[in-house]
């Protein structure tokens, strides 16, 4: 079946520490990748997005994604994390290419320590 | 460049009742979806409308649910005869029109916490 999976339910990383966050896909073909984060009580704010290129793709806040087409995979880094990254992380994918088809991941909950 | 607004933020209804949720996309997004989420999972897809035309719609969206985009601008959901697992966040977004995905990345709002009592 065709799915976006994040591993990760919820993961507590120190201020300063590097982060890592995954995100694995299930598609017959390499979709249209994004991740978007989504703060308390707000909406979802997109991190960066892919679809060919360079397989290393930085995007807002310090972000960058690797994609590596022979896992399937498309995760989230940072190098230094702020407290103020401490939010819900959705990878997306569409699958058309018209781009009315976003499917998400059930999000990974970031937690920063001081 | 304004945002995606939705309205109410949070509405609180007991089951049975009827309720309207508004979302005024970005002025030049001719595309405008409706997601559901619920505690813990990522957003489900439930209708999308390209102009005022209701292209496409998901299962999850039952006859209790109707959207309308009557003028290619503001969108309405309506939910008639609410239960108690209606009860989530519903979130509109939009996107400008564009060659593909890329060009076309979903804005979001802040979203509409409906409780059903």
């Known amino acids: 079946a065709q799915s976006v999976t994040q591993p990760d339910i919820h993961i507590t990383v120190s201020e300063g520490a590097s982060l890592e966050l995954r995100c694995n896909y299930s598609y017959g073909a390499t979709p249209y990748l994004f991740w978007y984060v989504q703060s308390p009580g707000q909406g979802l704010q997109l991190l960066l997005k892919?679809?060919?290129?360079?397989?290393l793709v930085q995007g807002i806040k310090g972000f960058e994604a690797e994609f590596k087409r022979s896992q399937s995979s498309f995760n989230l880094r940072k190098p230094s994390v702020h407290w103020s990254d401490a939010a819900e992380y959705f990878c997306?994918?569409?699958?058309?290419?018209?781009?009315?088809?976003?499917?998400f991941g059930p999000g990974t909950r970031l937690s920063v320590l001081p | 460049d304004t945002g995606v607004s939705q309205n109410p933020r949070h509405k609180i209804t007991k089951r049975g009742q009827n309720v309207t949720f508004r979302c005024d996309p970005i002025s030049e997004h001719n595309r405008l979806y409706w997601y559901r989420q619920t505690l813990g999972q990522g957003p489900e897809f439930l209708t999308y409308f390209q102009n005022e035309a209701q292209l496409e719609k998901s299962r999850l969206l039952s006859d209790r649910f109707s959207a309308e985009r009557p003028k290619g601008s503001f969108s309405t959901l309506e939910i008639q005869r609410t239960e108690q697992g209606d009860s989530a966040m519903y979130l509109c977004a939009s996107s400008p029109p564009g060659q593909g995905p890329l060009d076309s990345p979903l804005h979001f709002g802040n979203g509409t916490r409906l409780t059903v009592t």
């Open positions: 997306a994918v569409v699958i058309d290419n018209y781009g009315q088809n976003f499917v």
């Open positions: 892919y679809f060919s290129g360079d397989t």
